[in-house]
């Protein structure tokens, strides 16, 4: 795996978080604020007093919308009361205490007591009260194995290297509300360092979940506040964040993708921060202080929300539904049985780790310097530079080096999928039915009666193992699971069929002996979808994404 150094370094740097927050907040401020009262003075949109109404009208709004009858409606309603009669120097000192309340309703905590029980005695613990097990010796088995449960792979090497020589940004898929407890767990088992991470503020309602989140460096991301003074501060949080050292996470593709499709369209906000604390290091004179961006995939065998997530996105209600808060990640008693069915399962989830690149998109060396696009060696501060060899601000250069880094992001993510059964046999089983309506059309695959969704076993072995030597052949396509390589596709296949058929809620395939019946089209598509991005063969159109 690698030295146990760096990870060491990063302990002892969040164990410092607590004693740094106040300078880092600080920190926030002056920059946000300053930044403000340079761009209000040239009137119009970037005036303070329209940045202070912004924020007034919509919490008015999301207030009003929510129902919400306590004194914080009045107090936005008093402050767009009060900003006609505002002179300049009393809209700063409101706008410099509205940094400094989201700035603190944003920041997280670290607290080194409840990282050593996480990564310590807390799996084990888990897994005695979580794993289904007949005795305690098979219990302790469990416990040995615990690593084979979340399974790290890929270029972990070049991370270590690159959280020698300086901060990594880890940039997984997101998929359910696991994924934050998955990747910490993932970076723990490859040897890496600890992260701070954003996290969407409604998870903080499970009081259980919310403990550890709130003292293992997450810090809060409201998605109802959508005015530009927050998205403001929780930016500089984080590039603030960056220049000091501390390794993140960021979600790229935003909140979970319902349909489970690997992610294609990425969402740039936090992204962009890393170009920018890039940049203020250079302009500090610290060019060789490096930032990198690591990808990843969290690959589950099966996710926890499902059958809430896939409803969701059939209904298209998604875009109105922003927060769903009534998933199965609501529940306690749903993690309790994710745990105890699903880890129980070796290799239940695997992280894949990508190699990582510079913030620009470029591709590193194996110790961490940039290569151009013709695989020259290239300084990255030049990029930020002007002619004169100053650091140059200019937001549409770095916006588009942005674009490239999501771009360079998202052509990665399908060649760092990893396929569990119930992926395949989903693809498989779901290609049988397109194939026979002569549409890949969820829609209207969703009117088929129940004897048309009954495919024969024989059928559905032989589609498994033409998938397996197509994804074999194709390493854009993603990989089988590495410690399920050699697996024969009838235990490929029952084992899927027993994963979709007794985990949730709902039956998404039975099997009936010579048959399996699907009994839940939605779930079917939704496993399949992981494969989405492995052209059909000679048949019906590519599935509605």
């Known amino acids: 795996m690698g030295s146990d150094r760096p990870v060491q370094e990063a302990e002892n740097r969040l164990e410092h978080f607590n004693a740094d927050r106040e300078r880092l907040l600080a920190e926030v401020e002056r920059r946000v604020v300053a930044r403000r009262v340079a761009e209000g003075k040239k009137g119009g949109d970037a005036s303070l007093e329209y940045v202070l109404n912004d924020v007034a009208f919509s ?44 700035g603190r309703d944003i920041v997280g905590n670290f607290d080194p007591r409840v990282y050593r029980f996480a990564t310590g005695i807390g ?78 503020k409604n998870l903080f309602t499970n009081p259980f979940i919310s403990f550890f ?46 349909s489970n499709i690997i992610e294609k369209h990425l969402k740039l906000g936090l992204l962009g921060t890393s170009v920018t604390a890039y940049k203020n290091l250079v302009r500090e004179g610290k060019p060789n202080k490096r930032i990198y961006i690591v990808p990843a995939t969290i690959n589950y065998r099966l996710v926890l929300e499902a059958e809430t997530l896939i409803d969701d996105y059939l209904a298209e209600t998604g875009k109105n539904r922003y927060i769903i808060t009534d998933d199965e990640f609501s529940r306690v008693g749903r993690i309790v049985e994710f745990f105890r069915k699903i880890l129980a399962h070796e290799g239940s989830v695997v992280v894949r780790f990508g190699r990582p690149f510079d913030v620009f998109g470029n591709d590193i060396t194996d110790d961490g310097e940039s290569l151009d696009r013709a695989g020259r060696h290239v300084d990255p501060a030049s990029f930020v530079r002007g002619a004169d060899g100053e650091v140059s601000d200019d937001d549409q250069r770095d916006a588009e080096y942005t674009r490239v880094l999501g771009r360079r992001l998202a052509a990665v993510y399908p060649k760092l999928t990893v396929f569990h059964s119930t992926h395949l046999v989903a693809r498989v089983l779901f290609d049988a039915l397109a194939t026979r309506a002569a549409t890949r059309d969820i829609y209207r695959l969703l009117r088929l009666g129940p004897a048309q969704l009954a495919i024969p076993r024989a059928e559905a072995l032989a589609a498994i193992d033409r998938l397996r030597a197509r994804i074999a052949s194709n390493p854009a396509f993603g990989a089988e699971h590495p410690g399920f390589l050699d697996q024969s596709t009838a235990d490929k296949l029952a084992d899927g069929v027993k994963a979709l058929s007794t985990f949730h809620t709902r039956v998404a395939v039975a099997d009936r002996g010579e048959t399996l019946q699907v009994d839940d089209l939605k779930l079917l598509y939704y496993y399949q979808n992981r494969t989405a991005h492995i052209p059909a063969q000679a048949g019906p159109p590519e599935a509605v994404a």
Not at 215 to 234: I, Q, S, T, W
Request: glycine share 8%; hydrophobic share 35%; aromatic share 8%.
């Open 123 to 200: 799996p084990s613990i888990l897994n005695t009260l979580f794993s289904p097990m007949t005795s305690f010796r098979q219990g302790l088995g469990v416990l040995k194995h615990l690593d084979q449960r979340i399974h790290p792979d890929g270029e972990i090497k070049l991370a270590h290297t690159c959280a020698e020589r300086g901060t990594l940004i880890v940039t997984p898929t997101h998929s359910s509300n696991m994924d934050s407890p998955a990747i910490g767990f993932g970076l723990m088992r490859a040897g890496l360092p600890p992260t701070t991470y954003g996290a969407g």
């Open 59 to 102: 919490e008015i709004k999301r207030l009003e919308t929510a129902r919400q009858k306590n004194g914080a409606l009045d107090r936005w309603k008093d402050l767009s009361r009060r900003l006609m009669a505002m002179n300049e120097s009393e809209k700063e000192t409101e706008l410099r205490d509205l940094v400094r309340y989201y």
């Open 213 to 258: 989140m709130r003292n293992l460096g997450a810090y809060r991301v409201d998605r109802r506040l959508r005015f530009e003074l927050y998205k403001d501060v929780l930016k500089e949080y984080s590039t603030v964040l960056l220049e000091h050292g501390y390794h993140s996470l960021f979600f790229p593709g935003g909140t979970r993708c319902r």
